[in-house]
């Protein structure tokens, strides 16, 4: 008898070990590496990717990829240890590298030698409540090919653009208000094509960074490198802050420099 429930207790040791073999085999852990990666922007958007770099950091994979298709059009994204989509910033990237052109064409070269980059448009993001249909409508946009800006804002409208606008600094040898002026203009003209294209009404934020020539050259140069170091040029540059456009009442007023601000926010420098 006691050897019976010896047999019967290794028996149903031996069957609860291989059930978590079993489960442990159904169950495998996600690996997030760049074939991952590559594999579910294809899966979103209906077209091949490739993964550039890939990063952990704070238990998130950050990557940069690129269509295929278009190697120059690099972006962002971010995962979760267990393969979770943090963000996508590929419709964004779209979208910002039109309006970077849009916004130095305005500029023009009124500033000297200047680079302007816009740093967001849309994110997808489907951890955030609310916003998955409207995600995937995006998606299906481009899966379709039928991808426009116009119908990306339909879709999920924007108030806020956010430039940065390298300048290759020389002190003591502008006109401060012109430049303000300059800066001004471009904004109305950027609020005015929202408006009238797309029917919003957005305002502007920029960092404007003032750099001396050599490091100016230098991040025009490595900006769209994956590997450049750009914050530490960065550390060499003087920034402005500033919020010009349509004001919204939940934003506050503390960086809609007047003129005269602008002015001595420049003579600053000098010192």
Known sequence: MKMLRKRIVLVSVLIMFLLCVCCGCTNEKTVVDEKYIEDELQERYGMEFVCDSLNYSQHMYKAICHPVEDASLQFSCMYGVDGSLGYDFYVGAIIAREESKSFSDYIGEGLGESYVRCANALIIDEGVPGRIESNVAICDLIKENSFTIQKA????????????????????????????????????????????????????????????????QQLVDEYDDVNADLKELLNHSTIISMQMGKPKDYVTKDLWLSREEYICAREAMEL
Request: hydrophobic share 35%; proline share 2%; with cysteine.
């Open 153 to 216: 804002y339909e879709i999920d409208p924007i108030d806020r653009l956010f430039f940065y606008i390298y300048i290759d600094n020389q002190i003591g040898d502008r006109d401060y208000g012109e430049e303000y002026d300059i800066i001004e203009d471009a904004v109305e003209k950027m609020v005015s094509k929202y408006n009238e294209l797309y029917g919003l009404d957005i305002y502007i934020d920029m960092d404007i960074c003032f750099l001396d020539d050599k490091y100016y």
